[in-house]
């Protein structure tokens, strides 16, 4: 398939809820997607959406050779229901030197197996859902989060009442609790690296950047 742009190009093998939702969303954002699924009338309903699909046994090396699977930059393996076709996949697309696969699993277990046989990345869905959940529960102010390792995070929180009305400088975020504010977004207009006499006002979304227990501590502030 030809290069968008210079971006990377992906490939998602499995198009069930999880599979066709990540491949739509990346084809949205612009990026060269080739859908993999063995089910032909799954693979007939995306085929106007994406940019290339086909219908093939995503376990047969040389199906997978055919569809030039190799120059993708990544492949998510995104079968959920049957785990050793799922496992053979991986082993396949590794095997053909495929630098970046990303595996949905379904259990710590498969995700154990998954990476012995060399998955780059696996993801359990249901099980990070449930994390952001109970991260949003137990912090409203708390919008979305990018893990950087195991104790820091890049995170988006909802400016806290306390602190509209103040500046950058009077808040002191990075003495009092240990963050930086790396952007302010106000409505459609994105501030970065604000400036010390930056005044917070209501609506206003912060991006910061910190170990997880600060950043929760600004996120419970009301």
Request: charged share 25%; glycine share 8%.
């Amino acid at each position: 398939m030809p290069r968008l742009n210079g971006k990377p190009e992906f490939a998602v093998i499995g198009l069930g809820r999880f599979g066709s939702s990540l491949a739509l969303t990346l084809a949205e954002r612009g990026f060269s997607v080739l859908g993999i699924d063995r089910d032909r009338a799954i693979v007939q309903s995306l085929a106007d959406r994406l940019t290339q699909t086909v219908a093939l046994d995503s376990t047969d090396e040389h199906a997978l050779r055919a569809v030039d699977i190799p120059s993708f930059d990544t492949v998510v393996i995104a079968i959920g229901s049957n785990f050793e076709a799922n496992l053979l996949t991986t082993v396949a697309v590794k095997s053909l030197g495929v630098p970046h696969v990303i595996c949905k699993a379904t259990t710590d277990r498969q995700r154990t197996i998954l990476l012995r046989v060399g998955a780059d990345r696996v993801i359990l869905p249901e099980h990070e859902a449930g994390c952001r959940l109970a991260q949003e529960l137990a912090a409203p102010g708390m919008v979305d989060q990018i893990a950087l390792g195991v104790e820091h995070s890049i995170t988006e929180l909802r400016v806290p009442s306390s602190f509209v009305g103040h500046t950058l400088r009077e808040c002191d975020l990075r003495r009092r609790y240990g963050v930086t504010v790396l952007a302010v977004k106000r409505g459609e207009h994105l501030t970065v690296f604000p400036a010390p006499d930056f005044t917070f006002a209501h609506g206003d979304l912060l991006a910061v950047i910190g170990e997880n227990q600060s950043v929760a501590r600004i996120a419970e502030l009301k």
